[in-house]
């Protein structure tokens, strides 16, 4: 039997142009070539199943051997193994339509899984790193003859009798100049344990006639001995194939650590296993995060049956889970994935919405069993839940009942629980509900001193995500507004007709306004005049909230209407309290001196205990304050 033929591909030099293409990306001709051969075991071990092959399966496994003296890697198995005629109806007949339409499409493919996986050429990719591939092969079926196949990179091709004496098959790799560093066994040690670190059957990874030194002969040249070795490279059962409930805490904590060594243990995990209508398996442990809140993406690692894909989950994992760990795997993402397919797949955005549920079920259960310990992870876990109950509408219909709000006195409640708290005392005539909040405690803390006088609650909004989920929680709760503690005075801050009585007339309220005006002289800052209680501050100063966030919106590049507010210049509300015995006093000053001074301090002082005054304005006041004392 010798048979010379032409690999079914209409142009001459199709194999340049995968090898040139492909090179950036070439260290996945393992992955291919390995998980043919698993495909092969497992075929067998089906065909076994099904009564269809009644020999010996014997000890199935692949084999990976790196010859470094001959250049070669050769990937074997004992598998179903391939009959010439099957040799050349799978491997001589490249599963695409055309040149033509090969030469078309690899133009726009963005990197060598696209085309492998577009084109069928799994098998092809081998000649990104060798120059005569040779496949040795023996059929399982009864009376098969073992064949030969050896192609040398060009179109042509040879299939004679084979060597082989045992069922399965040896793909042998004679590997090119350019691709030397495949032939090293830490290369090759860390492109198995990428990609083949799970997979379901044995993989031994076999280094022959390595030269290694040994010392020196008695002439002190240096001496080498040949050695050889072997080991399993994989674990075939990882955790995501078995069940729950064969799984203990401690094997999930060991699985993390496998994974990413040297991280803290993990707050608490998901076990996905769903087989309708699509198939999924995998573990998704929460991290600790850091506190500064260095995100570490693509830490999930994608599987299509127990075969490394990619860390790259960007699409099927939604964004806000990108700071996950760990694995899924699922057959119904193709082993070679491209973006764009990706993104039209719908079984892509089943599994995110699948994945979206589970995280929301688990962390509701967490809340409900012990709530305690809910709460103390949550200032690591708040950060996801707040930007999934923003981004995902389906995951903010559960979130609702076990996100946490947090106030100044430490205290948390879920949503309910908050509005039953604040009700009563911060419902305002009008109706609408108002939460109070501050984003820094200190230094707005004589704002939230004044609305704790009044019996208003502050919660505190301080981490990264807060300004939005402030926005996003006025939008979702019913005739609730926010207003951040400094938007007002406290006794403004909620509308109510309790403001105690204005006790100066019009011409003495006009002169307050007006020496006010003069002392301070500052466009951005508007003078009005309130009545509040006689305890509150003689002169407090305030931003809008609404103009205060519009400001913020477009700090952080908000685009259409918000560069008009960024380009407005900041505007405060002096409000002079004018029941307070100071302004009184200052009504009744006779010098005009001194009333200016005593206005100009009493506003420096309401700057003071906000941080707001700053330089040469700080230098002067004080000095005044040197003289008034
Ligand atoms: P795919 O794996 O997507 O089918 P490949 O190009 O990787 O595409 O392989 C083409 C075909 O060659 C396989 O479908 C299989 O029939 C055959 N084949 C490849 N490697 C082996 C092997 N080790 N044992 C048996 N058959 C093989
Ligand atoms: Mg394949």
Redesign the pocket.
Known sequence: MQEKGTISIHTENIFPIIKKFLYSDNEIFLR?LVS??V??TQKIKRLASLGQYNGELGNLQVEVALDIDNKTITIS?N????TADEIKK??NQIAFSGATEFVEKFKEAKDANEIIGRF?????SAFMVANIVEINTLSYQDGSEPAHWTCDGSTSFEINEGTRTTRG?D?ILHINDESEEFLSRPRLQEILDKYAKFLPVPIKFGVTDEQEPDGEDEEGKPKYKSVEVDNIINDTNPIWTKSPNELKDEDYLNFYKELYPYSEDPLFWIHLNVDYPFNLTGVLYFPKLKNDYEFQRNKIKLYSRQVFITDEVKDIVPEFLMLLHGVIDSPDIPLNVSRSFLQADSNVKKINSYITKKVADKLADLFKADRKAYEDKWSDIGLFVKYGFLSDDKFYEKAKDFVLLTNTAKETFTLNEYKEKVEPAQTGNDGQLVYIYTNDPDKQDAFIQSANRKGYDVLLMNSPIDNHFVSHLEQKLEKTSMKRVDADVADKLIKKDDAPAHILNDEQSASVKTIFDSAINKPAFKVELESLSPEELPVTVTMDEFMRRMKEMAAMGGGGGMSFYGQMPDNYKVVVNANHKLITRILGEENADTQAQLAKQAFDLALLSQGLLTGADLTEFVNRSVNLI
């Open positions: 291919e043919n051969a495909d092969a198995d598998g179903l193994g391939m799978y491997i069928g050429l799994g098998f092809y098959t793909i």
